[in-house]
């Protein structure tokens, strides 16, 4: 059907789209459409998109499909995470879960796999159980530009973390040491990397390392990130006095590695402890613990006391940036 439309070359496309949108003059029922290296942005008023200056010419474009959300489907807004193609359901009641996951692939949301917590994180690894509703638990997540393929069923990955893990990211400089003592599939030393940083991240899981190696890869940092499997007591032995920056993201039992914190310190290092701590004092026990291990060898300064997210009823969860410096 042939509808005004203006007409721009495609690399000028998203500026001008984004501009006619700011006039709320885009027509939201057609498509925009490429035809013989031209793109056509169908608009409400065509005279009014040439008194802004533009080639206003009518061209047949088709019509635009609404998107089916979940909810139209449901009647209600299902609640479920995002992590790459995989919607994360927390949801008790099997039937329940079963129709929002449903509802979830029938929409057109880009989503292949639904799956329903089965456990909490649990162990040493802090990988939970799953319920696969649809597809399977490997995928491929986009955080901050960066890309992390993952499998759900054998390393731990919280997507809520992401703008926490951005702020730290934003404070490391080319040049520097970093250690990531607890690093999972690489969300902390990927970026750190990315802007110059030399880093090794350890951990316990095998499945998780392989993973770090495959997205350090993948994010073309590989040569600046060195993945370590083991425990990091252990992996800490070689690389005494060597981190300008430590990263542990191990809540709940972060204070029983401090002392390898302190062998793994350089003579100016930075700390970004977290912690699940009661909401009364959810900082005073990481710092205490922390200047039981590292005083009086060095000097410590509490940099950052920030809550990153409320964890359970009472519960935060905190990070502390700390500066060690002997
Ligand atoms: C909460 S996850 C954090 C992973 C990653 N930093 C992130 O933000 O996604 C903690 C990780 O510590 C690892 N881990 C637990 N104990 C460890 C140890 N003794 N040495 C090294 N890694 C360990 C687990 O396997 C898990 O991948």
């Not at 990130?225 to 252990?234: I, L, N, Q």
């Amino acid at each position: 059907m042939e509808v005004p439309c203006v007409r721009v070359r495609p690399q000028e496309g998203e500026t001008t789209r984004s501009a006619l949108a700011a006039r709320d003059l885009v027509d939201d029922d057609h498509e925009i459409t490429v035809a013989d290296g031209w793109l056509y942005v169908p608009v409400d008023d065509g005279e009014a998109a040439e008194r802004e200056g533009y080639t206003v010419v009518a061209h047949d474009v088709p019509p635009r499909r609404g998107q089916v959300m979940p909810a139209d489907i449901l009647g209600e807004e299902p609640s479920y995470e995002r992590l790459g193609d995989i919607a994360i359901l927390d949801i008790e009641d099997a039937e329940a879960a079963r129709a929002v996951a449903d509802a979830i692939v029938e929409s057109d949301l880009p989503i292949d796999s639904v799956v329903n917590r089965a456990s909490k994180v649990k162990g040493e690894l802090r990988v939970r159980d799953w319920d696969v509703l649809v597809g399977d638990t490997r995928t491929v997540h986009r955080e901050y530009g960066f890309e992390y393929a993952l499998d759900l069923a054998s390393v731990y990955f919280s997507p809520r973390l992401a703008t926490e893990r951005h702020r730290v990211a934003e404070q490391v400089e080319s040049g520097e040491r970093a250690f990531d003592m607890f690093a999972g599939v690489g969300p902390f030393v990927i970026p750190f990397a990315a802007r110059g940083a030399t880093c090794v991240g350890a951990d316990l899981n095998e499945a998780a390392v392989e993973f770090l190696r495959e997205n350090a890869e993948r994010n073309g940092v590989a040569d600046r990130v060195t993945a370590v499997a083991g425990d990091v007591r252990e992996v800490a032995t070689e690389y005494e006095g060597w981190a300008d920056r430590l990263v542990m993201n191990l809540p709940h039992s972060a204070d029983a590695f401090l002392d390898t914190a302190v062998t793994l310190a350089g003579d100016d290092c930075t700390l970004h402890y977290y912690d699940i701590q009661h909401d009364e004092d959810p900082f005073g026990p990481g710092e205490r613990a922390i200047r039981d291990a590292a005083e009086p060898e060095y000097t410590v300064r509490v940099e950052t006391r920030r809550l990153v997210r409320s964890y359970a009823p009472h519960e935060e969860n905190v990070c502390l940036d700390v500066r060690l410096t002997r």
